[in-house]
């Protein structure tokens, strides 16, 4: 019985292996110049593949799959303009991560944020039609994203996100998680880049115990008692590839 339960539990993360699998080999039959085939490439590098996902968004009709077992914190707020715009046109759908130690951050971001104990793949589908999944990397280490119109790969990519949505819980959920203000995330991300307090509260025009405030917020947030804690913290939510 306990073997039985254990290859049960295995089986989203073999499927999940061997879907990666099945995309980089895709991706490796075709000519890495985008020409709208149903595999080409998006973006190269972590920044350009932000900053594009206002395309996709502009391209979806009705619905967004999206599993991302690791969510950074972008201090440059990237996300913010196709956030919006998918909340004022009803999409349906929602990101789905595994539990982590900026929670609040990510629940903060986006909202609609769902967490499962375990993501087994990353990527995003739209409409049921188009994929966004991550490729090999680039020689000098920077991730890869391609576009895949390949119906047998999206459909698969689905399959995973609705047996992972059975295990997820909203955020808002999720023991631990507080809601953080819009400043808040302002003086996370200038905490990301090294900045003190007296240069938060002068570039928010905000005073330096509103600042220390903000501050203990983020840490309680974090669940740490110490800056040097909560700046680990900020440290690992912030890759420095996003400063790009």
């Not at 953080?180 to 003190?196: I, M, N, Y």
Request: proline share 9%; glycine share 8%; hydrophobic share 40%.
């Amino acid at each position: 019985m306990a073997d039985r339960e254990r290859f049960k539990q295995d089986e989203p993360a073999t499927r999940a292996r061997a879907f990666q699998a099945a995309v980089y080999a895709r991706i490796t039959s075709v000519d890495p110049v985008p020409t709208g085939g149903p595999v080409c490439l998006f973006a190269v590098g972590l920044p350009a593949i932000l900053e594009r996902l206002k395309v996709l968004e502009r391209a979806t009709s009705s619905v967004v799959y999206n599993l991302a077992p690791r969510c950074p914190f972008d201090p440059q707020r990237r996300e913010r303009e196709p956030n919006l715009r998918t909340r004022a046109r009803g999409l349906q759908g929602h990101m789905i991560t595994a539990p982590m130690q900026h929670l609040s951050l990510v629940g903060a971001v986006h909202p609609d944020t769902w967490v499962a104990p375990k993501v087994p793949a990353t990527g995003i589908v739209v409409d049921e039609r188009i994929g966004l999944f991550p490729g090999p990397p680039t020689p000098d280490g920077q991730p890869t994203a391609w576009l895949c119109r390949d119906s047998d790969l999206v459909m698969a990519f689905c399959q995973l996100w609705w047996e992972t949505q059975q295990q997820a819980v909203p955020i808002r959920e999720v023991p631990g998680v507080l809601p953080l203000t819009e400043r808040q995330l302002e003086v996370a991300a200038l905490l990301s880049r090294g900045a003190k307090d007296a240069t938060i509260a002068r570039r928010l025009r905000v005073s330096a115990r509103t600042v220390t405030s903000d501050v203990g917020r983020l840490l309680d947030a974090f669940g740490v008692a110490t800056r040097w804690e909560g700046g680990l913290v900020i440290g690992r939510a912030c890759p420095p590839t996003l400063d790009g």
